[in-house]
């Protein structure tokens, strides 16, 4: 399978204790985002790469909150002392950057997600 | 935050009809692209227009752009059960920006 992979596709855990999800891109992608997405609503921006630097990161993200992208393959985002708040899907997605057709910013390419539960 | 607006919030249609969506959108944009997510499931890219384009094509979509109204629309015609699917439209403020999503349109259709 050579789209985007995130592992794990589920977790629960207890509020306070910390947690670690993974995002393999395409491997040809230099952009690497993260966006968290609560049921009904759309995907909001948390993070991008582009390699291993990371560009911009949403206001809302809380320092309990750290992505990182060592080697500008796959990703981790770490939610420290998770609270019930946490709870959604995180989605990542990764993109060619700049993109041929358009010069600038192309579409993304989602993984499937990685659903939170904080109990 | 988040820019697109979409319009309605939720469509229900029959197999066969045409479902026409709509978005709304604040600042000027580079692009805006239209996305297909089923329940449970991650963001399936559909099309992008970009913002000196007004019309695009790709199978049974149709996008329009009307950059003076701030505002777009997907076409899907003769549509199908398997259209069932929340729809988003995102939008990107500059070429290097990040893609700002909508709250998204919940689609039905009844076979």
């Known amino acids: 399978d050579t789209g985007v992979s995130q592992d794990p596709r589920h977790k629960i855990t207890k509020r306070g204790q910390n947690v670690t999800f993974r995002c393999d891109p395409i491997s040809e992608h230099n952009r690497l985002y993260w966006y968290r997405q609560t049921l009904g609503q759309g995907p909001e921006f948390l993070t991008y790469f582009q390699n291993e630097a990371q560009l911009e990161k949403s206001r809302l993200l809380s320092d309990r909150f750290s992505a990182e992208r060592p080697k500008g393959s796959f990703s981790t985002l770490e939610i420290q002392r998770t609270e019930q708040g946490d709870s959604a899907m995180y989605l990542c997605?990764?993109?060619?950057?700049?993109?041929?057709?358009?010069?600038?910013?192309?579409?993304?390419?989602f993984g499937e997600g990685s659903r939170l539960t904080v109990l | 935050s988040q820019q697109g607006e979409e319009d309605p919030q939720a469509l229900s249609i029959q197999e066969g009809e045409n479902a026409t969506m709509n978005c709304s959108y604040k600042?000027?944009?580079?692009?805006l692209q239209w996305y297909r997510q089923n329940s449970g499931r991650g963001l399936v890219h559909l099309i992008l227009i970009r913002s000196n384009e007004r019309e695009k094509h790709s199978g049974r979509l149709r996008v329009t752009l009307d950059t003076s109204k701030k505002s777009s629309s997907l076409l899907i015609t003769a549509s199908r059960a398997a259209d069932t699917a929340s729809y988003f439209c995102a939008t990107r403020t500059g070429a290097n920006s990040k893609l700002t999503f909508g709250k998204g349109i919940t689609l039905s259709v009844r076979p």
């Open positions: 997605a990764s993109s060619r950057y700049p993109n041929a057709g358009t010069g600038g910013g192309s579409e993304l390419f």
């Open positions: 600042t000027s944009i580079n692009n």
